[in-house]
């Protein structure tokens, strides 16, 4: 990749996270071929869970998008301890979870703070299809959940 992707980071006063133990029966990413595909990162900080409940009720939009850049951070931060950032050729598919209260519909504007990170860190690489989809409960309460399938160098 020829995307500085650590200046990115700093620019952005960003550091990667560890990467959270999983909270049930799977592991955080696990790469196939020549993709990585990323369990569902929930907001996470310090280790405990950050954030919870409904967008559009107890979470503003706003809030959620913020949550959603955080889940990001998670996922690079799962990638780069897998197989190391510097091998990422594109972010191929994002998947976005909203827990939401009913009549909420800015679903994709929510998840676009997932997107943005991304893009904003690793460039054209960063930018990949998706899905951002509402969804009644998320695990443990959360707001917002991302998941994503990287495509990496042989």
Not at 13 to 34: D, F, H, I, K
Not at 78 to 101: E, W
């Amino acid at each position: 990749m020829s995307v500085d992707w650590r200046a990115n980071l700093e620019k952005l006063g960003l550091t990667l996270p560890p990467v959270s133990a999983p909270q049930a029966a799977y592991v955080p990413a696990v790469r196939s071929g020549n993709h990585v595909y990323v369990s569902g990162q929930v907001p996470i900080v310090d280790g405990k869970i950050a954030a919870t409940g409904k967008v559009g009720a107890e979470v503003t939009p706003e809030e959620a998008k913020a949550w959603a850049r955080t889940c990001a951070l998670s996922v690079l931060a799962a990638v780069d301890a897998l197989v190391g950032l510097d091998n990422v050729t594109r972010v191929v598919k994002v998947g976005g979870f909203v827990a939401s209260a009913p009549g909420f519909t800015g679903q994709p504007e929510v998840i676009n703070g997932a997107s943005e990170l991304f893009a904003a860190v690793l460039g054209e690489a960063g930018t990949h299809a998706r899905s951002a989809v509402g969804v009644a409960e998320l695990p443990r309460g959360v707001p917002v959940e991302v998941e994503a399938i990287v495509e990496v160098a042989a």
